[in-house]
């Protein structure tokens, strides 16, 4: 049953993969009866996230072991997101609830089986190369910043200065310590740890920005949920953004097609043109892509 698992493991660890990766996909649909497991790399962490009950794994190991003939895994860690809390055990080596990854010359810190999320999502890693690439000399809003991996593309991208808003104090302190584990300048770094719907003024004051992120969670019970407060966000557009300001936004839920981000911009921000999707990397490839996550880039006029 776990036929297409060692085909995508013997792919990857055929070489050496220093860098983290989404190592199998099966919430892409793509692979008839394990839709319910992903396999995420952070070095040296095999992470597997189970959303059912995860069934021979003897035989789930065995492949595993056979799969990585440079001995790059030192620790198998099952996480249970059809439990309660999401509990993580450990099922091969000793438990890393804190390592150090790195990606495209960036380093981040993450905590793989220790929360729903490690601290770094893999989905976004092609824009945070996009962000290095287009950042130069920018001031940059990072809406739902989370642990900041976006925020440190931008300043990695030599951006003037960063603003990072999340409700979440302990989410911005982590994502300040990689800021720091990358060697920036905190100064240029201004953190809201508060509901973004209680902070307009003080966002406003930093502004007005040449980019702005709007990456939110689907739904986070009491604080956000898509389609019901993505309008409000995108009605404040036209009080921070600069004129050709990029705005990149993210959608990541199965019943919000690719076309929610550019109806919402229309109705709610008409200055802000499509401009282009920007793409998940092709290991995230899914059989229904827009019931994935969407990402789209716009600009205002």
Same mark, same amino acid.
């Given at each position: 049953?776990?036929?297409?698992?060692?085909?995508?493991?013997a792919s990857w660890l055929g070489s050496e993969v220093p860098e983290p990766r989404r190592f199998f996909h099966g919430r892409g649909h793509l692979h008839e009866g394990l839709e319910?497991?992903?396999?995420?790399?952070?070095?040296?962490?095999?992470?597997?996230?189970?959303?059912?009950?995860?069934?021979? #794994?003897?035989?789930?190991?065995?492949?595993?072991?056979?799969?990585?003939?440079?001995?790059?895994?030192?620790?198998?860690?099952?996480?249970?997101?059809?439990?309660?809390?999401?509990?993580?055990?450990?099922?091969?080596?000793?438990?890393?609830?804190?390592?150090?990854?790195?990606?495209?010359?960036?380093?981040?810190?993450?905590?793989?089986?220790?929360?729903?999320?490690?601290?770094?999502? !893999?989905?976004? #890693?092609?824009?945070?190369?996009?962000?290095?690439?287009?950042?130069?000399?920018?001031?940059?809003?990072?809406?739902?910043?989370?642990?900041?991996?976006?925020?440190?593309?931008?300043?990695?991208?030599?951006?003037?200065?960063?603003?990072?808003?999340? *409700?979440?104090?302990?989410?911005? *302190?982590?994502?300040?310590?990689?800021?720091?584990?990358?060697?920036?300048?905190?100064?240029?770094?201004?953190?809201?740890?508060?509901?973004?719907?209680?902070?307009?003024? #003080?966002?406003?004051?930093?502004?007005?920005?040449?980019?702005?992120?709007?990456?939110?969670?689907?739904?986070?019970?009491?604080?956000?949920?898509?389609?019901?407060?993505?309008?409000?966000?995108?009605?404040?557009?036209?009080? !921070?953004?600069?004129?050709?300001?990029?705005?990149?936004?993210?959608v990541n839920s199965p019943y919000l097609g690719p076309d929610f981000l550019i109806h919402q911009m229309q109705r709610y921000a008409p200055a802000c043109r499509f401009v282009e999707?920007?793409?998940?990397?092709?290991?995230?490839?899914?059989?229904?892509?827009?019931?994935?996550?969407?990402i789209c880039r716009f600009r205002k006029d």
């Amino acid at each position: 049953m776990y036929i297409p698992i060692k085909s995508a493991l013997a792919s990857w660890l055929g070489s050496e993969v220093p860098e983290p990766r989404r190592f199998f996909h099966g919430r892409g649909h793509l692979h008839e009866g394990l839709e319910h497991i992903n396999i995420d790399w952070y070095p040296p962490v095999l992470l597997i996230t189970a959303y059912d009950e995860v069934r021979c #794994r003897c035989e789930l190991m065995t492949i595993i072991h056979e799969s990585d003939p440079h001995k790059q895994i030192k620790s198998v860690i099952l996480q249970h997101r059809n439990k309660k809390e999401s509990p993580a055990e450990v099922l091969f080596g000793v438990a890393h609830p804190s390592c150090l990854v790195f990606e495209d010359g960036l380093t981040f810190e993450v905590h793989p089986g220790v929360r729903q999320n490690a601290g770094l999502f !893999l989905d976004m #890693r092609l824009v945070r190369q996009w962000l290095q690439q287009n950042s130069t000399g920018r001031n940059v809003l990072n809406l739902f910043a989370y642990t900041c991996s976006l925020s440190v593309a931008v300043l990695a991208g030599r951006a003037k200065q960063v603003v990072n808003v999340d *409700m979440s104090k302990v989410s911005i *302190m982590w994502g300040e310590k990689n800021h720091t584990l990358n060697n920036q300048d905190l100064r240029t770094v201004i953190s809201i740890p508060h509901n973004i719907f209680r902070s307009w003024r #003080r966002i406003k004051q930093y502004g007005p920005y040449h980019t702005i992120i709007i990456d939110p969670p689907t739904r986070q019970q009491g604080s956000f949920e898509a389609e019901k407060n993505y309008s409000t966000v995108l009605k404040k557009l036209h009080q !921070l953004a600069l004129p050709d300001a990029d705005i990149i936004a993210t959608v990541n839920s199965p019943y919000l097609g690719p076309d929610f981000l550019i109806h919402q911009m229309q109705r709610y921000a008409p200055a802000c043109r499509f401009v282009e999707e920007m793409y998940a990397p092709p290991e995230f490839a899914d059989k229904f892509p827009d019931k994935a996550l969407k990402i789209c880039r716009f600009r205002k006029d």
